[in-house]
């Protein structure tokens, strides 16, 4: 199956001389998580949440100056873009654009043709691969359990601590959630995205001693005998791009990311080549 094939989402663009605090509203106002770095002569490079959690932690300038006083400078798009983002086109194999995503660690990749950039496509729309009929990649794994699949390095908090906590876990990485937890059982989730709202509502800093109890997202959760089908439809459904894995107890055993379904259609390709 190609991209082709998949359909194309119209990509969001931006300036590379735009700051972090412009790509950081302009994400936020379109519900998206990718940008195409574009200026006169075309595409340029790539930006992610990803690149502005790992770089300036998804804060403002005058955020980050609140917290590190005199520290603060202005960066822009430029200076934290990946400008040599792998390009895919239409025709490219789903499966050989989940490779490149997952071994150059982007959760989307631009699609260009005949030289002109067409579009873009995300982790989010490969995970449709493992509901449709046709892709035979998919067909032999739809009814694995997702348990097999699952990450088990996790980054946790306890529903006592304050919001910087989070941040702390999630400042300098590429990871997107802190799971609550309290005597081994799951009590919740928190986002980046959660953050952000959270700091989109306050005035600036007094969000870090927002206790996390008054944000935690309670969520969606997997059994550990899920079906890779289901998670796959449930979290493309819900656009979520990590789900824990619980006992009935709700024991934290594991979580399930878009990364780990991606690996496993990549891996299942390659024996089958």
């Not at 949440?49 to 300038?61: A, F, H, I, P, Q």
């Not at 043709?113 to 493992?130: C, N, Y």
Request: with cysteine; glycine share 6%; hydrophobic share 45%.
């Amino acid at each position: 199956m190609i991209i082709r094939e998949l359909g194309l989402r119209p990509p969001v663009h931006i300036s590379p001389f735009s700051t972090t605090d412009e790509a950081i509203d302009l994400m936020w106002q379109n519900d998206i998580r990718h940008l195409l770095v574009t200026d006169r002569d075309g595409f340029v490079g790539l930006v992610t949440d990803g690149d502005l959690l790992e770089s300036v932690g998804m804060l403002t300038r005058a955020e980050r100056e609140c917290l590190f006083p005199g520290a603060s400078e202005e960066i822009l798009v430029a200076d934290i873009m990946d400008a040599e983002a792998i390009c895919v086109t239409p025709e490219t194999l789903l499966t050989d654009a989940a490779h490149h995503m997952i071994y150059g660690m982007r959760t989307a990749l631009p699609v260009v043709e005949d030289g002109e950039l067409v579009g873009i496509v995300t982790e989010m729309d490969l995970l449709g691969l493992f509901n449709d009929p046709s892709c035979a990649t998919a067909a032999m794994l739809r009814d694995e359990p997702v348990i097999n699949h699952s990450s088990r390095v996790l980054r946790t908090v306890t529903r006592h601590e304050r919001l910087r906590k989070v941040c702390e876990k999630l400042n300098g990485s590429k990871h997107h959630h802190v799971l609550v937890v309290e005597d081994g059982r799951l009590v919740g989730v928190i986002s980046d995205w959660d953050v952000r709202m959270v700091i989109g509502r306050s005035q600036v800093g007094q969000w870090l001693d927002r206790p996390i109890d008054d944000i935690i997202v309670s969520g969606i959760t997997f059994r550990p005998d899920e079906t890779l089908d289901r998670v796959a439809w449930l979290m493309r459904e819900e656009k979520l791009t990590a789900v824990p894995i619980t006992t009935p107890d709700d024991l934290l055993m594991s979580m399930v990311t878009v990364t780990d379904l991606l690996r496993v259609l990549v891996a299942d390709a390659v024996i089958h080549a």
